[in-house]
């Protein structure tokens, strides 16, 4: 953890923007394999994961886990 808090803004900012591309295919699939109650909840936490690290890549100084 200690190693993530002292990695430079602008890696922190590649890595956020490479998992919001990757979740965002994850997210099309997983819109795709919705066909009951419990698949339709995988895909809304994936949204909410999805959500989550946009807001990180946006606004990085905001993230408040270390």
Known sequence: MIEW???P??????FAAR???ELRREQAESL??????????TH?????VSIQN???YRFPASELRV
């Open 9 to 14: 803004a602008q890696q922190k900012i590649a």
């Open 54 to 56: 946009q807001l990180v």
């Open 44 to 48: 809304a936490i994936n949204c909410f």
């Open 19 to 21: 998992r919001t591309e």
């Open 32 to 41: 795709k394999k919705v066909a009951n109650e419990e698949t339709a909840l």
């Open 5 to 7: 808090a002292e990695t």
